[in-house]
T-cell receptor, first 114, second 113 residues
Framework: AQSVSQHNHHVILSEAASLELGCNYS??????LFWYVQYPGQHLQLLLK??????LVKGIKGFEAEFIKSKFSFNLRKPSVQWSDTAEYFC????????????FGGGTRLMVKP | DGGITQSPKYLFRKEGQNVTLSCEQN?????MYWYRQDPGQGLRLIYY???????QKGDIAEGYSVSREKKESFPLTVTSAQKNPTAFYLC????????????FGPGTRLTVT
């Protein structure tokens, strides 16, 4: 069975600080990887996804993530956060043995102080 | 305007009552899913359906039931057998081909007292 770990449960940053949120998964086969964001009072929306090709993926709002297969990781980064990035972030994995199922991590709650 | 709708946004029920949460999508997606979101536990899969009239249990199906009579609709019933039903419930849908990106509705917050 697949599992996803997000080691940072709560992160507090000041505006303009750099962000890196960790995501590790446990499946050794081919994977599709996702980062979703849930802004306060809003529904989950896709930030970015890795399907194939360039392991450095760029998403919306200046976010990017790097797929490092040897480390089973897909960390999310942003060079300079804004107060509006305050949200909960979820990493998810789809392994090639799982059909169309996604397995989600426990989420990281980010608070950006103005 | 395509998307997924869930109703109601907030729902209150007494213990011992069954309650049905609505989920409708107009994205023409084949697959639909129900998740439960609890603080610190991420999203846990309750049920999913890949085609009309067919559905499968997810990781935490006990105390829940679903139906898929129409492609657009996937209602979830929280039965009185669910021991801890108070939670935030999310419905999602996707195409049935890679990379299986899921689109989410706004959620229903159920409180059972």
């Amino acid at each position: 069975a697949q599992s996803v770990s997000q080691h940072n449960h709560h992160v507090i940053l000041s505006e303009a600080a750099s962000l890196e949120l960790g995501c590790n998964y446990s499946y050794g086969g081919t994977v599709n990887l996702f980062w979703y964001v849930q802004y306060p009072g809003q529904h989950l929306q896709l930030l970015l996804k890795y399907f194939s090709g360039d392991p450095l993926v760029k998403g919306i709002k200046g976010f990017e993530a790097e797929f490092i297969k040897s480390k089973f990781s897909f960390n999310l980064r942003k060079p300079s956060v804004q107060w509006s990035d305050t949200a909960e972030y979820f990493c998810a994995v789809n392994g090639d043995n799982a059909g169309n199922m996604l397995t989600f991590g426990g989420g990281t709650r980010l608070m950006v102080k103005p | 305007d395509g998307g997924i709708t869930q109703s109601p946004k907030y729902l209150f029920r007494k213990e011992g009552q069954n309650v049905t949460l609505s989920c409708e999508q107009n994205l023409n997606h084949d697959a639909m899913y129900w998740y439960r979101q609890d603080p610190g536990q991420g999203l846990r899969l309750i049920y999913y359906s890949q085609i009309v009239n067919d559905f499968q249990k997810g990781d935490i199906a006990e105390g829940y039931s679903v139906s898929r009579e129409k492609k657009e609709s996937f209602p979830l019933t929280v039965t009185s057998a669910q021991k801890n039903p108070t939670a935030f419930y999310l419905c999602a849908s996707s195409w049935d081909n890679p990379p299986y990106e899921q689109y989410f509705g706004p959620g229903t917050r159920l409180t059972v007292t």
